[in-house]
């Protein structure tokens, strides 16, 4: 996709040799850990497209959403409504944080030791590699992590165009009422910078496009319950992945596409790997594109992944929210209540996200769970402890890997994953 | 019938036949820069029926000539309880890993840990640090005196700890001194491991570390429970990994 972008990514004042490398590197892990899967379902050609053209095409559409007058709003969490994004006639993309780039303009400001999300999303930026950053009117942070929420003062310092929603820790009733007013907060913000009114018929047409596209995801997550698996692990954590830059809607269409293809699929057993594959669930830290590390290791020692509890994952979709409000005033309270549904590490206490491990395990089929966790994200890393206790109790094997996105320690991470495996088919056989 | 299991470790190649049930050849020889040549030669040589390859380079082996591969936890595990029937808890530190497992009543692995991705805790630092003192790897652990108490070596890198005992040295500490803190630092790590997974007897140590005298003494101590070493501690896994060979358990190998 080269030659035909490079006056836009020069105009978008990216750092063109590096982008080029970053795109080659890509390119050749898509090739490997992707394209050489066996089985994969057709539906799939439509998300390695997104993929060739993920800092090409659709940033061609971007430029022009923004030509018609449309912002662009970069996020980095699940708890930035994107109903309120689309109600403005806005575009929700989550910016890029899942390689190892630009560390050494990122280690300038931050400390080395440091979650490797954190240090990606600051070396997209300051080595000049996310055109989706630089097209950004408002990038949207949250208080969810200490480590985020310093890096934001630096991230504001640098673009001058970060807002930071202010995240309670406690689902308790002042919790509660904070977050509400948060997210009226963000609706002023974003009337403000777009020049548009939220009026209900707005609000109500963005929620019903964000409704659609839970609908599908939790759809492709439902097939994946099926022995054997219709599509693998790698492929669903791609489509979500997809799911936070591309157009909502035609992302949508594409899923159910698929969907329908799954059903099939499902109905006439035909799956990615044989029936009676061990089947595994990952828990914890998101994978933001393109962070395929886990799974690619999963995978490839002869299992599949059924499921992510996880931000790019089932946290994305698990709770839906009914767009018919009957007020604008009530359709914000509506949107803070759903986003509180969600269980993240960063509250305490968190039992929520042990049921819900619990209960993917149980309907996917999961025959273990791994639990993985960036390095220096204690939020996730300390649950762990409660994560391996909880599935102690019904006796799920359980392993803990944290790691970042370097591919120094990958023979040990096989040699762990694969030992797990080894455990788990034992405990079948048995 | 002669089988064969070949440990391909980040140090050293171990490589095991059994003629039936009796272990007729072992081989031990440095991984160097070409495993893949010096496994060929082994195998060569020895002409084995049946093949299993564990290790941090099975895939290797692999990739290159089909054998089918398992992984060094269940490898040391089925050679750990050949020799030690008894065994449910094995800590074996070999040249960048260490491992602890937990085994069940039947032998099965139930619960592992392992070292992060550095290389404290691991054979390499004993390795690094005996160069530092002065000391031959072989006889490392038997040139520690004192208890460590007053020194301690807390750096969690190998490289900073190798620093740290810079700094003892310049600070005019006896050198033996510093070898005991070096053994008990390795030695808390490893029992860290040992605590996460759970103790349970019998317990087996094994890798080329367990040959180390101060390290088998400071675990009895820590453990409070005696443990138990093969005369030849780091051919477990491969040794296993030919049992299992034998067994043609092969099938079950995750890829």
Known sequence: MSEKYTEMWRSLGLNLEAHQGLLAVLTDAYQGIYLSQKNRPEGMKYFDFVISEVHGLRIVELVEEKNKGKQIFGTFCLYVPEELILAVDGVSIGLCAGADVGTEEAEKYLPRNICALIKAFMGFKLAGLCPYVESSDLIIGETTCDGKKKAYEILNEITGKVYVMEMPHMKSEEGKRLWHSEVRKLAAKLTQVSGKEITLEKLNEAAAVVWEKRKALQRLAALRAADPAPISGLDALLINQVSFYDNPVRFTQMVNALCDELDARVKNGVGVAPKGTPRILVSGSPMAIPNWKLHAIIEGSGTVVVGEESCVGERNFKTQLDPHFTSVEQGLAAIAERYLTINCACFTPNEGRLDDIQAMAERLHAGGVIHYALQFCTPYMVEAYKVKENLGKTAIPYLRIETDYSMEDMGQLKTRVEAFIEVMKDGMAR | ?255
Do not use: W
């Not at chain 2, 692999?62 to 309880?81: C, D, F, L, P, S």
């Not at chain 2, 550095?118 to 003192?133: S, Y």
């Open chain 2, 1 to 255: 019938m002669k089988s064969g299991g070949i440990d391909i470790g980040s140090r050293y190649i171990k490589y095991v036949i059994l003629e039936d049930t009796n272990l007729s050849e072992v081989y031990k020889l440095e991984t160097g820069y070409d495993p893949l040549g010096t496994c060929r030669d082994l195998i060569d040589k020895t002409k084995p029926d049946r093949l299993l390859a564990t290790g941090y380079g099975r895939h290797l082996l692999q990739a290159h000539h089909e054998v089918e591969t398992i992984t060094e936890i269940r490898a040391v595990a089925r050679g750990a309880r050949a020799f030690f029937p008894a065994c449910r808890t094995i800590i074996d530190i070999g040249g960048q890993d260490t491992k602890v497992v937990q085994l069940d009543g039947k032998g099965s692995v139930a619960h592992f840990e392992m070292n992060d991705r550095c290389a404290a805790g691991t054979g390499r630092f004993l390795e690094v640090m005996a160069r530092t003192l002065g000391f031959d790897l072989a006889d490392f652990g038997d040139h520690c005196l004192g208890n460590g108490d007053n020194l301690t070596i807390s750096s969690l890198c190998t490289v900073f700890a190798e620093s740290e005992v810079i700094s003892l040295i310049a600070r005019g500490v006896k050198r033996e001194a510093i070898a005991m803190a070096i053994h008990q630092s390795i030695a808390n790590r490893v029992v860290s491991l040992v605590k996460r997974v759970g103790i349970r007897d019998a317990v087996v140590f094994a890798g080329g570390c367990a040959r180390n005298r101060c390290l088998q003494k400071i675990f009895a101590e820590k453990l409070q429970q005696p443990i138990e070493i093969a005369d030849n501690p780091d051919i477990l896994s491969a040794y296993g990994a030919a049992l299992m060979a034998r067994e043609a358990v092969s099938n079950s190998s995750p890829d």
